[in-house]
Each structure stands twice: as structure tokens, then as C-alpha cells.
């Protein structure tokens, strides 16, 4: 458990109150994080985290400043560093009452991470390129997840020799994963069916500045920052999280939305094995904004 910065320890502590009180059988370990492990050691993910991190392999992480006036380490980054994040999943649905004008929108947008368009499909085999990589995470994570379709964005026709490598990856991946329909379209088409119907899509892959535009856009169309959680997946492990910052101008005043880190934790109690949990902590904020 990563408190956070700024906001970050209010809807942090939101969540958890929300974990604790659905019946889940959770264990939480502390781990010193931020600004206030920067001003005691120097050090805004030292040591300790890092080992707490290594030992547990999963955390529930709000919100961390990213600077620290140019001295020490960015600790978002050495979190994805130890993690070796490779994937981001954003869950951007439409829930009831105040947030998202569009009814009944639920669509995972999973982005290829750290990675360039080139370094995405990679020169090696096709069978230890980083894509073919995330290509069975996304589409196990589908099938996991109860989804019948995926969509993957790409730039084929205006960079074929790259996208097209990487296009190829995940039509290979489609065929490991029959149950799942699959499609692939540009980038750029996807963005515009998305502002005018998002409920059409079920899954949407991406990589590259296609995958950041395409997520952002899913948040927006979700409601905004406040309510999409966003979870990473590594080779050493796994991260969940929210998408916004710390808003420090908000900090101490109770008036951050805490539903995306709310639903992070959701997100954390469906990946170690307890969905009756996370569906509880869904349906209590489902009722919370239907009731205005």
C-alpha cells in the first residue's frame, strides 16, 4: 500500500476503507513512498520500498509526485523500472448517475508500454519479440475479463514496415485465442468511432503515441481523470492505480473524486482471485452515483 502524494493519501485511504469492508481477506504492508520518504532519506523510493516491492510483487499505489526539484529519482518511474511494466490497462466505463454522457460504455484500452513503435515489433523472432509479449497478456487478460472482442489500432498504412511487424504479432496472438473476435483498424478511425459511439468496443489495443491518445481518450469519455483506475503489468509484477496526479492545490480538503482509485483497488482484489469483493466495492459506487 503507496499512500501518495498531495490527494494521494485521501483517496488512497478511500479505497482501502472500501477493500476492508468487502469482505476481502487482505493483508496490507506499508511502504514508504513520495515526498515525505524523499525528505526523510533523500530517497522518494529507497531501499525499503524497493524491497517491499521485489518481496510482494503487487501494490495499490496512489498518486506520487514526479519531482523533486531535480534531486533524486523519479519514484513512478523506478516503480515501472522494478516492475518491468510492459502493459496498461484502463477500464473506461460508463456508470450510472453524474460522469460518463454515454450509456452503457465498458471498454478495456490496453497500451503497450515504454516502448517506440520499432522497439514494439522488434527485429527479433516473432516468438520473443516484446509485442508477441503483450499481445498474450491483452488477449488472456480478454478472456479473463469476459470479453467477446478486440480491436487493434495501428498506423499499417502510413508505416507498414514497423506496424505492420507489430499488426502481424497480434493476428498471431488472435489465432492462440479463437474464442475472441478479432479486428484491426487504423489508429486514427478508431479515435473517431470512439467520440461517436464508444459502446461499440469491447477491447482496444494500441502501442506508441496511438496507444496514449486512444487511453486518454477512454478516460475522457469515461467521465474523466476521477473515474478510470489504470493497472500495470510487469514481468516482476503488477501495479494499480489511477491515471490522475496529485493535485497538491487539493490536498487536505476532501474534495478529490476518489472512484478511480476505488476502483483500482476493485481491479487488484479481481487479480488475486477474490471477484465477489471487487464486485461489491463496484455496486456500492454505482449506487453512490446514481444517487447524485
Known sequence: FIAGDGVGPEVAWAARRCVDASGARVEWTDVPAGQEAFGRTGDAFGAAAAAALSRL??????????????????????????????????????????????????????MQENVSPLSAAGEEPAAETPARRFFDFAFGRAVAAGRRR????????????????????????????????????????????????????????????????????????????????????????????TVHGTAPKYAGLDRVNPAAMILAAAELLDFIGAPAPATRIRAGLEHVLWSG
Request: charged share 20%.
Open 57 to 110: 510483487r503487487l501494490a495499490l499505489k496512489a498518486p506520487l509526485e514526479s519531482g523533486t526539484g531535480g534531486r533524486g529519482r523519479n519514484p513512478n518511474i523506478v516503480l515501472r523500472e522494478l516492475l518491468g511494466v510492459y502493459a496498461a490497462v484502463r477500464h473506461c466505463r460508463s456508470y450510472g448517475g453524474r460522469g460518463s454522457p454515454w450509456e452503457g460504455m465498458d471498454v478495456l484500452v490496453m
Open 150 to 241: 478486440v480491436t487493434v489500432a495501428h498506423r499499417a498504412a502510413s508505416a507498414a514496415s514497423v506496424e505492420g511487424r507489430w499488426l502481424r504479432a497480434a493476428e498471431e496472438a488472435s489465432r492462440r485465442f479463437p474464442g475472441l473476435s478479432f479486428e484491426d483498424q487504423l489508429a486514427g478511425h478508431v479515435a473517431m468511432q470512439m467520440a461517436r459511439a464508444p459502446q461499440r468496443f469491447d477491447v482496444i489495443l494500441a502501442a506508441g503515441p496511438a496507444g496514449e491518445i486512444l487511453g486518454d481518450l477512454g478516460v475522457g469519455l469515461a467521465g474523466g481523470l476521477g473515474m478510470v483506475p489504470e493497472s500495470l503489468q510487469g514481468t516482476e509484477g503488477a501495479l494499480f492505480t
